[in-house]
């Protein structure tokens, strides 16, 4: 009985800090993004803005009280990284050596490129009519914010959660490598869903970045649902030819509601949104 209790509050003590941190991760960088647009909006930034919808109070709302669950659930599967890792399951190692610094470049860079083919994948399938209502809380916000990085359903949360336990399977890591890929992965998440694009800019696609997926790549997926899964890169969606036909222009032109070339989508659900409806998540072909 002891024993139990014993790990019992081991078990509730490793928990409570891996949930104070997600807290403190997810309330520090969203307040950041949001509070630094604020001071910079009259100074420039508000021509940036990609959408011309603005997201409701009731919208942010819901995008903040979703996320907290989705931080909940994290917690709980970086707990059991914590004994995974201490019973020998995933290695994970402290500090640099002995696998070194080439190793820990190649495996931060491993890391971003399997999320981002696990995210297309399993985005891809949230969007099949059988799990669309898994997927169905993200996609209420027609106008995403920084506050939706983490907005979704419990499934599709503990889905984007097992990310990295299966990696780690495969793959050991450094402790520090695995921080600071988490962290980029965070912030891009954060900046994905801020409603501002600052690169893309132009009338050609990058030669050098048209590879990497933008702001309005993403929001644009929020309003036309049926394109752009991907995550860090447009690999995925140029080759499964699920790209928006007309990505590579919008992203040029700082992609606006009323360019989406699908007459009464977006109109539709913003409606629905603004009214406090549920919005449906359209499936994929």
């Known amino acids: 009985m002891v024993q139990f209790l014993d790990l019992t509050s081991k078990i509730l003590a490793v928990w409570l800090v891996s949930l104070a941190i997600h807290l403190a991760v997810y309330g520090i960088i969203t307040a950041a993004v949001v509070h630094s647009y604020r001071f910079f909006w009259k100074r420039g930034l508000e021509r940036h803005k990609i959408q011309k919808r603005e997201a409701s109070a009731a919208d942010i709302r819901r995008e903040i009280a979703s996320s907290l669950r989705t931080v909940l659930v994290f917690s709980v599967v970086y707990a059991g990284l914590y004994f995974g890792a201490r019973a020998g399951v995933f290695r994970i190692y402290p500090g640099i050596e002995p696998l070194g610094w080439g190793y820990m470049l190649l495996s931060m860079v491993g890391i971003v490129v399997a999320h981002d083919a696990y995210f297309y994948w399993t985005h891809r399938l949230l969007h099949l009519r059988r799990f669309a209502r898994f997927h169905r809380t993200h996609h209420q916000s027609i106008t995403p914010t920084a506050y939706s990085c983490y ?55 990058s030669k050098w970045f048209g590879w990497l997926v933008t702001n309005t790549d993403h929001d644009l997926h929020h309003a036309a649902f049926h394109y752009n899964f991907g995550f860090h890169f447009t690999w995925w969606d140029r080759l499964m030819g699920t790209e928006h036909p007309g990505a590579r222009e919008l992203r040029k032109t700082r992609w606006l509601a009323s360019a989406v070339k699908r007459p009464g989508l977006l109109s539709a659900h913003a409606d629905a949104a603004d009214a406090g409806r549920p919005v449906a998540v359209e499936t994929a072909p």
């Open 151 to 205: 907005a979704f359903d419990g499934p599709e949360a503990t889905l984007h959660a097992l990310f990295q336990p299966l990696w780690l399977l495969a793959v050991p890591m450094q402790l520090p490598a695995l921080m600071i890929a988490i962290a980029f992965m965070l912030m891009r998440n954060v900046f994905a869903h801020s409603g501002v694009e600052l690169f893309a800019h132009g009338s050609q696609r």
